[in-house]
């Protein structure tokens, strides 16, 4: 049974959410982890660091010997040891001695302190210290950084710098993440040729495959381009079957609006595909036709660049990061301000593709110079949609809307 025309985005986001199943799991090697999906908790075994340890190269003691230092009354400490980075101290730090310590070495026993050489005087046998130093100053505690039994990263998030470094750290070597969900391109239309052909009178090059293309590699999808399959549902429907074999979830692009040759979504039932969606109420990215089959969802898009995009960021997005096994796959809604305004009314949602700028401390959006379904210049650098409500009026210049990161 379809919905009915002209369904709201949210719904029809949550539509395909709902039907979306996150991917399967691998091992992969360290490496390799960077921006992939951890499909496990990273619990510490240990702590880090595992014990303590000093934070400068200076001198490790006991504070009480030197609670009454001063420039007048300076106190001079014995040097018994010398501890590099790496070694561990055999000897105790007793009343009136001190061990000559380095950045990250471990700091001996009976020392509660460590002071930093530029703040001393010093000889190969002794140092003079001339103020009072706290208990625990400048030593790095054990566990400080991380505790044992500490969870560091749910399964769901993404890998980053900082958590391929905590995942070393712990001597995971093989992190378990969440498969690349292969997601199929079909391109339509008659007028659509490939990049490396010459677009002759009434032909345009095929711009989409790889706008999607980047979107999908963006968020940990791998893209399968299946070609150009023209205007007729039976070639349509054709490379659609053999997506069908191989993908996780497939997207094509035209033939999804009202005209004599939009015949993509009679392809799709061709194909046994459940209709769902037949055009939101968004702008731009009307046009569009949503279905599944045995769980795969399968996404018309407008063939117009700027709709195409738009509709993929809105609506379709979402579900392919839950594919993909992110945690949090909507993206959060921030508050930005326009910094320019939009003249145009928005009987429905309106989308405007901009820049962030924080110039001045504030968060504030600013359009591209173009708006229209067509103009796919406008995503250059794009890194931010504000969301006009529907039955909105034209937006003044530092009208606050809500709106997300791309």
Avoid: W
Wanted: proline share 5%; with cysteine.
């Amino acid at each position: 049974m379809r919905m009915s025309k002209s369904t709201d985005y949210l719904t029809a986001r949550q539509t395909l959410l709902d039907i979306v199943k996150t991917i399967d799991k691998e091992q992969i090697a360290l490496e390799d982890g960077a921006g992939r999906v951890l499909a496990m908790n990273l619990v510490a075994d240990e702590n880090v660091p595992p014990f303590d340890r000093s934070a400068y190269d200076g001198y490790a003691f006991r504070s009480a010997d030197v609670s009454e230092a001063s420039e007048e009354h300076p106190v001079t400490l014995k040097i018994i040891e010398e501890i590099p980075a790496g070694s561990v101290g055999t000897k105790q730090v007793t009343a009136g001695t001190a061990v000559k310590i380095l950045t990250g070495a471990p700091v001996p026993k009976g020392a509660d302190a460590v002071i930093n050489y530029e703040a001393t005087e010093f000889t190969e046998e002794q140092v003079t210290i001339f103020k009072p130093v706290k208990h625990d100053a400048n030593i790095v505690k054990i566990g400080e950084d991380v505790q044992e039994g500490q969870i560091l990263a749910s399964a769901g998030t993404v890998i980053d710098a900082g958590l391929l470094g905590s995942l070393a750290s712990q001597g995971v070597v093989r992190p378990e993440v969440f498969k690349k969900p292969v997601v199929g391109i079909i391109s339509t239309g008659s007028e659509v040729v490939e990049t490396d052909q010459e677009a002759g009178p009434g032909k345009i090059h095929n711009s989409n495959r790889y706008t999607l293309d980047v979107a999908l590699r963006k968020i940990g999808c791998e893209p399968k381009y299946f070609g150009i399959a023209g205007d007729r549902k039976e070639d349509i429907h054709r490379l659609l079957e053999q997506a069908l074999e191989i993908c996780d979830a497939i997207l094509l692009t035209g033939g999804v609006s009202v005209g004599d040759y939009d015949v993509t979504p009679d392809a799709m039932e061709m194909a046994g595909i459940k209709i769902l969606v037949r055009g939101v109420s968004i702008k731009p990215g009307m046009a569009c036709a949503y279905g599944e089959k045995n769980g795969i969802i399968i996404c018309g898009l407008s063939g117009n660049p700027a709709s195409c995009i738009t509709n993929f960021y809105a609506i379709v997005l979402p579900a392919l990061q839950k594919l993909a096994g992110r945690a949090n796959p909507i993206p959060e809604e921030i508050e930005m301000e326009l910094a320019e305004e939009c003249r145009k009314k928005s009987p429905v949602t309106r989308f405007l593709r901009g820049r962030l700028s924080l110039a001045d401390g504030t968060v504030k959006m600013i359009p591209t110079k173009s708006q229209g379904n067509v103009v796919l210049s406008s995503t250059i650098g794009c890194d931010a949609m504000a969301i006009v409500p529907a039955g909105h009026g034209p937006v003044a210049e530092g009208t606050k809307l809500k709106g997300f990161l791309l």
